[in-house]
């Protein structure tokens, strides 16, 4: 019955679809033949539209065809999302080309001459540029939709964003097409939480501290855009199992100084952020700071450990309820040079430092019940209470440089780049158990580490023509990354009230790992109606490390050989599919590696595992992507995803467990390990529709099976139906006052071992803009008519069962200001001023 509802689901919502999008085209097509009189021939007519500064694609740019000037329009179309057009069945003569697009100015060109000696004409690339503006009197909008689909990847335009200006890099993440965040801030995408996440393009040491605390640090009014990438092709790392989430911050390479700030004020959260760019003809710089705070919050908890003996019979009963006051804050900087040196040749350089942290205090009442024989009879019943803190911080300075050179042949282009990352974390944890009221402690531990973390990367990069439509692309990347931790352990002296330390308890560690990448891909087109990539990605890892609790451990090198191909055919009317297959790495990282113990919780220890191996996974993904003139698109995607030696965590129960001279008695541990495969497989759907010309309408939603081998771990295959569903509605009901209602769902998954819980959220917001738009006052607010928002969990092993719930508090309001201002100017460069040559096709 599940089935029949979703496929009856599905085949509505391509139902509705289809009739409004053919509903849409008639329209058009209608308004297009009563607009211009009947012209038919065979010539074909081409061009591609881009930027003038930034040579990006200029999509929806209006190109209109006349006979003469003042002249009925003969024929027209619009540009695409690569900025290309082409205006088919025109009859021989001489006729002009006008260009139009939102904020830019208009160009024509022509006369150009169709005939039968030149039945295709190409027009090449046709520059526009922007209509002079400054800050204090306009502000020039690109026009860019929400979601761009790109031949290898998909964009989130976060500046479009409004519900999520208050918030943070989750908030924003939440409505990213096949992208899911749980209340934690945990990161999947299409099922899979191992991706490789990036900033600018780069890696950071600040991910590999804690990524949900680095990506609540950083604002969502910091964001420029978000890039998702499920099947990166070879040029990309192979890291990331479910593939690369890019984070594009704001900046500006206009020529003027700009500048905005962004505050926001809240009941939850609070975060500002301050933009500067500077460019001066062929020189620019930019600099930022942004902050963001959670405020404290407390999050209640209960959570019963029953353990069992081989019978089935009761043995231990674990009772915990209690709650945790938690905050976080953090702040980013950097600044940013851009210079072009001449018309191919460019340096930059980028460095930013970024700073985060978290504290939690609590306390819970803990009540733990053994049972012996007979079944059902109580040998003891003890009552306890546990007081514990936890604070953590993290630090990491960024740095790259860059060279990019271009040549006189088109798409032929040289990259070399350095960069590096310095990550010092420290993490601290205290915990004292005593008698319910308080009095009388009788066991306690604290715990200190510091770890450093350096990586360093090397980067060439190399594009090469080989003919019309063929591209090479080649280049390589040597990665060299340090870390070391120190982690002492210093147990209480119930008699004394000193804390001794304990050798036994205590850890160190170093973990040196070393990466030389080499890829070739190659982009050509096929049989007339495909256009292909496909590339080979070669990977060698070598691994050092040193753990104190397992001295001697040997971590093999390994090689990855990563191919990827990419088929993509245009079906013409902004409309395209594509299929593509990529191979993937996701390597144990050295905590999961780190045998070492982690007793913060006395009854629930962790550990990692130096016998990890690395996942493997093989993606396949079927893409339809169709995108319409007045804003409306669509994107399906059909997915297929194995992953091989499945890095899970897995919780065991003892009975005893021995650290050292310490013995930890009915505790659980959990441990990271390798499990059989993991096979994911269904679709997502993205769609948006405009309902007149005030009111947008985007959902997203993404259906899928999740099959898990448990391998030598033994025990029975699992098999779950997930799902998550958002809709996003915008109102602009004045051109500077708009509303905005966003509502997002996740499933409840299975995992291995249990269930995990359903999410829910949904967010409402309202934007004024004033003073020619230069400040804008918005209001959000986030799942106002509920204070917490429950999470249950539901775990089974051998020999325990353990339920945990907990309510986490998530209303939240907030205001936020921004104010832009400065003075942008746009010139034309001298070469882009000259007539544009007119070129048959050969």
């Not at 040749?345 to 978290?358: E, K, P, R, V």
């Not at 860059?402 to 990352?421: C, F, M, N, P, W």
């Not at 009317?573 to 594509?578: C, G, M, N, T, V």
Request: with cysteine; charged share 20%; aromatic share 10%.
């Amino acid at each position: 019955m599940k089935h029949l509802f979703i496929t009856f689901i599905l085949i509505l919502f391509f139902s509705t679809i289809q009739v409004f999008f053919c509903t849409i085209q008639a329209q058009q097509q209608s308004q297009v033949l009563q607009a211009r009189p009947t012209v038919t021939g065979k010539s074909v007519l081409k061009g591609r539209i881009l930027d003038s500064l930034s040579r990006s694609p200029v999509e929806y740019a209006s190109v209109t065809l006349y006979a003469k000037k003042g002249a009925p329009a003969i024929n027209g179309t619009v540009s695409g999302s690569k900025g290309s057009f082409a205006l088919e069945g025109l009859p021989a003569g001489s006729w002009l080309v006008s260009i139009e697009a939102i904020g830019y100015g208009t160009k024509t060109i022509g006369p150009v001459t169709v005939g039968s000696k030149t039945p295709t004409v190409s027009l090449g690339d046709i520059f526009l540029t922007k209509k002079a503006a400054d800050l204090q009197a306009v502000t020039v909008v690109a026009p860019r939709g929400l979601i761009e689909n790109k031949i290898d990847k998909m964009v989130y335009n976060a500046e479009k964003d409004i519900t999520s200006q208050g918030g943070v890099a989750t908030d924003i993440l939440k409505k990213v097409p096949m992208v899911s965040v749980d209340v934690d801030g945990n990161v999947e995408l299409q099922g899979n939480a191992n991706i490789l996440f990036l900033i600018n393009g780069r890696p950071s040491s600040i991910f590999g501290n804690n990524l949900a605390d680095a990506l609540q640090s950083i604002p969502a009014s910091q964001i420029k855009s978000i890039e998702v990438i499920t099947s990166p092709g070879a040029k990309y790392d192979a890291e990331g199992t479910g593939g690369i989430i890019n984070i594009v911050l704001k900046d500006n390479k206009l020529s003027g100084i700009n500048s905005n700030i962004s505050l926001t004020g809240g009941s939850r959260l609070e975060n500002g952020s301050f933009n500067l760019n500077a460019r001066k003809n062929n020189f620019g710089i930019s600099a930022f700071f942004s902050g963001n705070a959670q405020l404290p919050s407390t999050t209640l908890t209960t959570a019963t450990r029953r353990s069992f003996d081989s019978t089935g019979n009761l043995t231990d009963l674990l009772q915990q309820n209690g709650s945790g006051r938690f905050h976080r804050n953090g702040y980013e900087s950097g600044l940013g040079l851009d210079w072009s040196l001449d018309k191919h040749d460019n340096l930059s350089a980028n460095i930013g430092y970024d700073h985060f942290g978290n504290n939690n205090r609590g306390a819970y009442q803990q009540q733990e019940t053994q049972y012996g024989t007979p079944p059902g009879s109580v040998l003891s019943d003890i009552y306890s209470l546990v007081q514990s803190h936890n604070q953590f911080r993290a630090q990491s300075l960024d740095w790259n440089l860059r060279y990019k050179k271009t040549y006189a042949q088109e798409d032929r282009e040289l990259d070399i780049s350095v960069d590096g990352s310095f990550g010092k974390n420290n993490a601290s944890y205290g915990q004292v158990q005593s008698l319910p009221s308080g009095d009388s402690v009788y066991s306690g531990s604290q715990g200190n580490s510091t770890g450093h973390d350096r990586e360093t990367n090397f980067r060439l990069d190399y594009v090469h023509p080989l003919g019309e439509g063929i591209k090479l692309e080649t280049g390589g990347r040597i990665q060299d990354r340090r870390i070391s931790s120190t982690s002492p352990y210093y147990a209480l002296e119930a008699t004394s009230g000193s804390y001794i330390y304990d050798t036994s308890q205590s850890n160190s560690l170093t973990y040196n790992r070393d990466v030389y990448a080499g890829y070739a891909s190659l982009t050509f087109p096929a049989f007339h109606f495909l256009d292909v990539k496909a590339g080979l990605r070669y990977e060698r890892t070598e691994t050092n490390a040193g753990f104190s609790k397992s001295p001697g451990t040997l971590i093999p090198g390994y090689n990855t050989f990563a191919p990827s191909v990419t088929l993509l055919h245009n079906l013409g009317d902004e409309q395209s599919i594509k299929i593509s297959y990529t191979r993937r790495i996701q390597r144990p990282d050295y905590r999961g590696l780190n045998p070492y113990v982690n007793a913060t919780d006395p009854k629930n220890l962790t550990r990692g595992n130096p016998f990890l191996q690395p996942e493997v996974a093989d993606n396949i993904d079927l893409t339809y992507a169709k995108s319409f003139a007045e804003g409306s698109a669509l994107n399906i995607v059909l997915f297929y995803h194995r992953s091989g030696h499945d890095i899970q965590p897995f919780i065991e129960y003892y009975p005893e467990f021995t650290i050292g001279d310490s013995v930890y008695r009915n505790v659980s541990v959990n441990t990271p390990m390798n499990v059989g495969s993991e096979n994911n497989y269904g679709m997502n759907i993205y769609g948006s529709i405009p309902v007149g010309k005030k009111i947008n309408l985007r959902s997203n939603l993404s259906l899928f099976d999740r099959y898990i081998t448990t391998g030598t771990l033994g025990g029975s295959s699992i098999t779950s139906f997930n799902y998550r569903i958002n809709l996003n509605a915008t109102y602009q009901a004045t051109p500077n006052f708009v509303l905005e209602f966003f509502g997002n769902f996740n499933s409840a998954r299975n995992e291995i071992q249990g269930r995990y819980p359903f999410f829910t959220s949904y967010n409402l917001a309202a934007r004024k803009q004033f003073w020619k738009k230069k400040v804008s006052i918005a209001f959000t607010t986030t799942n106002p008519f509920a204070l917490y928002v429950r999470q249950a969990t539901e775990l089974a092993g051998t020999n325990f069962t353990l339920d945990n719930v907990r309510q986490i508090p998530y209303r939240s309001f907030g205001i936020n200001i921004t104010y832009k201002f400065g003075k942008l100017e746009f010139k034309k460069d001298k070469e882009e001023n000259r007539e544009l040559p007119v070129t048959p096709d050969n």
